[in-house]
């Protein structure tokens, strides 16, 4: 389960959250049924709370929002994907150390 701080994006508020965000968004596309994914998931809440008023941080369940998985080409999860104002521009597969997320989100901060 999601972190307080972590943030949950849907098909229906992804507009509103992610693409007009006017702070970077990192985003974990990521399944209940992937153990991958429930690993990253304490790394992900701690990014969400160290980043909040600077960054969104939020999860994305690739099997209740098809559209958004296939808008961002998602073949294998976990999936995290930065972007700044609206656009891709970092993306990392797999379990990864914190420090690799956090370098990607302070990259599109700049």
Same mark, same amino acid.
């Given at each position: 389960?999601? !972190?307080? @701080?972590?943030?949950?994006?849907? $098909?229906?508020?992804?507009?509103? #959250?992610? &693409? ?32 909040? !008023?600077? @960054?969104?941080?939020?999860?994305? $369940?690739?099997?209740?929002?098809? #559209?958004? &998985? ?41």
């Amino acid at each position: 389960m999601a !972190g307080a @701080a972590t943030l949950t994006f849907t $098909d229906s508020n992804y507009q509103q #959250e992610v &693409a007009e965000s006017a702070v970077p968004v990192l985003i974990d596309f990521w399944a209940e049924w992937c153990q991958p994914c429930r690993m990253i998931g304490p790394t992900i809440d701690q990014l969400a709370t160290e980043y909040q !008023g600077r @960054a969104k941080v939020g999860k994305i $369940d690739v099997d209740s929002n098809r #559209e958004l &998985a296939l808008k961002f080409n998602i073949q294998s999860i976990p999936c995290v994907v930065v972007l700044k104002g609206g656009q891709v521009v970092g993306r990392a597969m797999g379990i990864k150390p914190k420090a690799e997320f956090a370098k990607m989100l302070d990259a599109a901060m700049i």
